[in-house]
């Protein structure tokens, strides 16, 4: 029987092949694109209502890159706003490119031409007279503008995309990072135009900021249960069939008694919680329960971290 030589049983084995990489397209599938172009297109239609229909009749200013563009449309009248703001958003989206993500980063460049379009064409002034009620109507009008925009895979440009670096940085919230950017805005404007103008501008903006929190957070807020019991077993069995949902078993200590106790700790979508306390109550009304808020949970089943 003849063997071949190792140098012959090398040349017969045929090379390995290169992993082959699949290039995933920055969009995404038709269906996916097409629903991010209707809550940008939307959002956009949104914001420009109120920034065309309130904002500049009442002469209020604004946060972040918008307040800068009204500034400059009240110092010079014949200026136009969906130009200014298209053009002052190129500085940003190049510094924004290497700290976002590229999907992200081409959907809110598709964000700043649509708002910029949208504000050129939908100029209808709302009528509305007194000034607290203009700058909540207009709070609630861009609060929700500015957050159907941020529910798809990109922003409006401007503040929007310093807000998404934060979050994903330092886990600051969206609204939070509106509310605190613009407050120091105000505070110069303040003196450059005049205080009632930037306190009614400050009604606005908080109103806004809390719409915004509301349409991303508010609507698929998570909270976090912890039960002590002594019927834990029979709780977390419940939990686990009944609601199907997971549930973790942590070691405790009383303090005082020094016995050993069997903490459960879940986190349950808002609707899920008024079961959950139904099923503690039936099986132990005495139950120790806590329960409290979560700013973001990763996680594929219960997770609602931002798709940023």
């Given at each position: 029987m003849k063997t071949s030589s190792p140098e012959e049983q090398n040349e017969e084995k045929p090379l390995p092949m290169p992993p082959i990489q699949v290039a995933v397209p920055v969009f995404g599938s038709f269906k996916e694109f097409s629903w991010n172009?209707?809550?940008?297109?939307?959002?956009?239609?949104?914001?420009?209502?109120?920034?065309?229909?309130?904002?500049?009749?009442?002469?209020?200013?604004?946060?972040?890159?918008?307040?800068?563009?009204?500034?400059?449309?009240?110092?010079?009248?014949?200026?136009?706003v969906s130009v200014l703001y298209f053009v002052l958003n190129i500085p940003i989206f190049m510094l924004g490119s290497k700290m976002v993500g590229r999907r992200f980063f081409w959907y809110s460049v598709i964000g700043v031409v649509v708002l910029s379009t949208a504000l050129y064409f939908i100029k209808i002034e709302l009528p509305v007279q007194d000034k607290i009620l203009a700058a909540i109507l207009a709070g609630i009008i861009v609060g929700v503008g500015a957050g159907i925009v941020l529910r798809s895979r990109g922003s409006g440009g401007g503040l929007d995309v310093l807000s998404v670096i934060l979050l994903n940085k330092f886990s600051l919230r969206i609204g939070n990072t509106f509310l605190g950017v613009n407050i120091v805005i105000l505070s110069v404007a303040a003196i450059l135009v005049s205080l009632d103008a930037a306190l009614?501008?400050?009604?606005?903006?908080?109103?806004?900021?809390?719409?915004?929190?509301?349409?991303?957070?508010?609507?698929?807020?998570?909270?976090?249960?912890?039960?002590?019991?002594?019927?834990?077993?029979?709780?977390?069995?419940?939990?686990?069939?009944?609601?199907?949902?997971?549930?973790?078993?942590?070691?405790?200590?009383?303090?005082?008694?020094?016995?050993?106790?069997?903490?459960?700790?879940?986190?349950?979508?808002?609707?899920?919680?008024?079961?959950?306390?139904?099923?503690?109550?039936?099986?132990?009304?005495?139950?120790?329960?806590?329960?409290?808020n979560t700013m973001e949970v990763m996680g594929q089943r219960i997770g609602n971290q931002p798709h940023w």
């Open positions: 172009m209707l809550l940008i297109i939307v959002g956009s239609c949104i914001s420009a209502l109120a920034i065309n229909g309130i904002l500049l009749p009442q002469k209020f200013l604004s946060g972040g890159l918008t307040g800068i563009v009204l500034g400059i449309k009240f110092l010079f009248p014949a200026a136009s009614y501008t400050l009604i606005y903006m908080y109103v806004s900021s809390q719409v915004i929190e509301i349409i991303l957070t508010g609507l698929s807020q998570r909270k976090v249960v912890l039960i002590i019991s002594p019927h834990w077993k029979e709780i977390s069995d419940q939990i686990l069939h009944r609601l199907n949902r997971g549930i973790t078993h942590i070691h405790g200590q009383g303090g005082y008694s020094g016995k050993e106790e069997k903490i459960l700790y879940a986190v349950v979508t808002m609707r899920e919680l008024p079961r959950v306390k139904d099923l503690i109550r039936s099986i132990d009304p005495n139950a120790f329960v806590v329960i409290y």
